[in-house]
């Protein structure tokens, strides 16, 4: 009985090992942390849009700091959507992000700080100013991206 109860926890050792190596996480259904992720990319999108329709004029000016604040705080929350393990052959997102974490994780802090910079920018109301700032945003958008996003598909 022993060695059945050996054999049996070995098995399940084994077993966990092997469903918890990269090559088995990035085949497992990931697929409303990648929606998820979408979402906030998409969130991303639509606040900077925000932003660059109340510049132009298109909505009042004072809708630019809305959208910078709520682009910000998708930033914050940025490094929480790529959680270890969630590469997806339905996601863009490359497998760069988990072998080189400490450099994302980098990234994602200048997106937030140009992000913080943005609404300091949209509270002061000019729209050179926040130009600026939404240049130096899209500047660390760019950035990631080129390392970490792989090509549409």
């Not at 926890?9 to 990648?34: K, N, R, Y």
């Not at 910078?68 to 052959?89: R, T």
């Not at 609404?119 to 945003?137: D, L, W």
Request: hydrophobic fraction near 45%; charged fraction near 15%; glycine fraction near 10%.
């Amino acid at each position: 009985m022993k060695l059945l109860t050996r054999a049996t926890v070995g098995i399940a050792i084994a077993a966990a090992i092997a469903a918890t190596s990269p090559g088995a996480l990035a085949a497992q259904d990931h697929g409303p942390v990648i929606e998820y992720r979408q979402s906030v990319m998409d969130a991303f999108r639509t606040h900077m849009g925000g932003v660059n329709a109340a510049t132009s004029g298109t909505a009042p000016m004072g809708h630019a700091r809305y959208h910078a604040v709520a682009f910000h705080e998708m930033a914050m929350a940025l490094a929480n959507v790529f959680p270890q393990g969630s590469m997806s052959d339905d996601s863009r997102a490359l497998a760069a992000i988990w072998e080189n974490r400490d450099d994302f994780m980098n990234k994602v802090s200048d997106i937030q700080g140009a992000a913080q910079r943005l609404v300091a920018a949209a509270e002061s109301g000019n729209p050179e100013t926040i130009g600026a700032a939404v240049t130096a945003v899209q500047g660390t958008c760019r950035g990631c991206h080129t390392t970490y996003r792989g090509p549409a598909r």
